[in-house]
Structures are given as structure tokens and as C-alpha cells.
């Protein structure tokens, strides 16, 4: 599968932003699909996880509650919705897949497939 993030861009601190990832191919409800972040000089963490099937979900702390994830598998496509956005948020977020349906997991090495990256910015 390939995966393209969108939807980045500069926000001040408590506003939204709405990042979303397309899928290619007819396969995209075979995956687990989340959503990881890397900002300058600090290592890549999870920020949340779906299940295939959209009933199961998972967050990192530092964003629950203000963040949410969804997907669509009709349109091949995820969702991260972020509100009440933060500095600390700011980061280059990616979309991944894992090829394996039965877990929630936030081990980027576990995740198969990766989009490219769109920068969030949040100024204070």
C-alpha cells in the first residue's frame, strides 16, 4: 500500500488542524493504520492507532483527549483530527500501515508502510 499525508500546516497554540492520509490499491482495510510524529532532534513516537475495522482505537497520553483518529475505508483514507493544539505538538506527522490485524501497537518498527510526512506547526 502507499500512503500520502496531507493537511499540515502553521496553527497557534489551541487552534485545529485536520491531517488526513490516502491510500492506494483496494487492500487498505487489511491494515492497522497509525499515526506517528518526529520533531526536530527527537526520535519518531506514536500518536495514535485504529484497528481495520475502525472499532478499536489507541493514543498516545500526550494527546488524548484532544486528539482523534478515524478512518474510512471506503475512500482508502485516515484521519487525525487535533484540537486544542500545543507547541510541543509541533512535528512532522506520518501515516503508516502494519500489515497485522490484530494488534494496536505504538512500535513504529511494527508498521510496514509510511507516507512522507506533513509539518505541523504550532506557534505559542
Known amino acids: 500500500v502507499q500512503l500520502q499525508a496531507s493537511g499540515g500546516g502553521l496553527v497557534q497554540a489551541g487552534g485545529s488542524l485536520r491531517l488526513s492520509c490516502a491510500a492506494s490499491?483496494?487492500?487498505?482495510?487489511?491494515?492497522?493504520m497509525g499515526w506517528f510524529r518526529q520533531a526536530p532532534g527527537k526520535e519518531r513516537e506514536f500518536v495514535a492507532a485504529i484497528s481495520w475495522s475502525g472499532g478499536s482505537t489507541y493514543y498516545a497520553d500526550s494527546v488524548k483527549g484532544r486528539f482523534t483518529i478515524s478512518r474510512d475505508n471506503a475512500k482508502n483514507t485516515l484521519t487525525l483530527q487535533m484540537n486544542s493544539l500545543k507547541p510541543e505538538d509541533t512535528a512532522v506527522y506520518y501515516c503508516a500501515a502494519d500489515s497485522s490485524r490484530s494488534r494496536l501497537s505504538p512500535r513504529a518498527n511494527l508498521y510496514d508502510y509510511w507516507g512522507q510526512g506533513t509539518l505541523v506547526t504550532v506557534s505559542s
Open positions: 490499491g483496494r487492500t487498505f482495510d487489511r491494515y492497522t
